[in-house]
């Protein structure tokens, strides 16, 4: 559990994070915002008092001197006026007057125009206003902003034990979203312990919450469901395994048998007449032709569950061309029948040795099964091979079964074989990906189907 419980902690920090962020880019605006009115409304005081000064003083010459020292928080602003050449005309207090330098000179000049200045006097921060009064002349008017200071510092004050209380909140906040946001990764943790304990993967995963976690959870159902499958498919490849082993010794019983026999007939070859010694070198011959036809077949069908099987080189091949070699080694090997193709130039991917291997078994079943005489029909069209013949046809319930292995029909037990031919074909056409069928033909006979796949780069040739 201790993933959930460092995921929780980050969450809440994350959130804590956030929110301590968001709390100080606010304090930090309502600090500059109150800076920012404090400071214009001790500028609009001085402003006003300046254009006071510059209506009146026309009528009354003293209004400019009606002003006290600046260092009373309680005075009115300190009032100074002077001349272009520098001359103080009227100050505030002649043992503190206001600095006179150029640019005051030049606002009374009138090459200036009015501007704002902090200044220190006597030890106390003032801020002076200096504006133009009448042709020649200036007035300088200051007023103490440590007021001001003394308000933002309240205000800063006021705003950090805000963010305090914030950041409390927030914490109090981010811990109580974390445990409910991690509370479905804590079941999902959960159900993945229960089923690595019982391993079982049945067990399902119900996550309530986020889309995100619902869409985990969802993805490991199917991970699990998947797994399921595989561990399904193992065990029924053991069982396959089991019954080719079980039905590989029934099958070679009848035919180790027949051999024995024989050759217990040839240990009394001088009872034997010639033409019954022949009879059984020709029976041993057929026996043996018989037996190594199956023990190949039994080695093909092994390579299938061989992980090192599937190392076989593939290649890009015309399965046209691959097809029409089959033909000509059919013919040769069945001359009581006749083989009429269509082929249409395909390319594939695949194993020639075992693509040979297949078209040729699907060859062999329809000749095995065709009345003397008859024609086979090979076509080959869209990356579709079919094989149709005219034998006795299959047995509906018996389709679905044909390419199992050591299956035969009611119409083949009568026909030599082991019924490993087609699995042989389904074999094949699963390592490339190709779908094996068959079906009733009309007037009578089997239509087999081997659909192949557009050809696509070897993965493993990567």
Not at 14 to 29: E, S
Request: with cysteine; charged share 20%.
């Amino acid at each position: 559990m201790r993933l959930p419980g460092s995921l929780r902690a980050r969450i809440a920090l994350f959130c804590v994070a956030a929110i301590a962020v968001a709390l100080a880019g606010m304090g930090l605006a309502a600090y500059a915002v109150v800076a920012h009115e404090l400071d214009s409304s001790l500028d609009l005081g001085l402003r006003r008092e300046a254009t006071r000064i510059s209506r009146t003083i026309a009528t009354d010459a003293d209004v400019a001197t009606a002003s006290g020292p600046c260092r009373y928080l309680t005075a009115p602003s300190c009032v100074q006026v002077v001349a272009a050449d520098g001359h103080i005309e009227s100050e505030h207090d002649p043992n503190q007057p206001l600095p006179v330098d150029s640019a005051t000179t030049a606002v009374a000049a009138g090459t200036r125009p009015a501007y704002f200045s902090d200044i220190s006097l006597d030890g106390y921060r003032l801020r002076m206003y200096t504006a133009p009064l009448h042709s020649g002349s200036a007035v300088q008017i200051a007023q103490r902003s440590d007021p001001v200071e003394t308000s933002l510092r309240r205000v800063a004050y006021a705003l950090l034990a805000a963010a305090a209380i914030g950041t409390l909140l927030a914490i109090a906040a981010g811990l109580l979203v974390a445990r409910r946001a991690v509370a479905p990764v804590t079941i999902l943790t959960t159900a993945a312990e229960r089923i690595a304990g019982t391993r079982d993967p049945r067990h399902h995963i119900t996550v309530t919450g986020p889309d995100e976690l619902q869409s985990l959870a969802s993805s490991f159902n199917t991970m699990l469901d998947e797994l399921d499958q595989a561990l399904t498919a193992e065990r029924d490849s053991r069982a396959a395994q089991h019954r080719l082993i079980a039905d590989a010794s029934h099958e070679l019983r009848t035919p180790l048998t027949a051999l024995r026999t024989n050759i217990d007939l040839l240990g009394r070859a001088s009872r034997l007449s010639s033409t019954q010694l022949d009879e059984t070198a020709s029976a041993l011959r057929t026996q043996s032709d018989e037996l190594s036809g199956l023990v190949t077949d039994l080695i093909d069908l092994a390579r299938a569950d061989d992980p090192s099987a599937a190392s076989e080189p593939f290649e890009d091949l015309r399965l046209d061309l691959l097809v029409a070699d089959c033909l000509r080694a059919a013919e040769r090997h069945w001359p009581t029948v006749t083989f009429e193709s269509d082929l249409q130039p395909t390319t594939i991917l695949g194993a020639p040795a075992r693509l040979t291997r297949a078209i040729t078994n699907l060859l062999d079943n329809a000749a095995n099964f065709s009345p003397p005489q008859a024609t086979i029909h090979v076509a080959l069209h869209h990356h579709d091979l079919t094989v149709r013949d005219h034998g006795p046809g299959i047995p509906p319930p018996d389709l679905p079964h044909i390419f199992d292995r050591f299956y035969r029909c009611t119409a083949a037990r009568t026909k030599p074989g082991h019924g490993l031919g087609l699995a042989i074909v389904k074999q094949v056409a699963d390592l490339h990906g190709a779908t094996p069928t068959a079906e009733p033909a009309p007037n009578g006979g089997t239509v087999f189907h081997l659909t192949f796949p557009p050809p696509t780069p070897d993965p493993r040739s990567q």
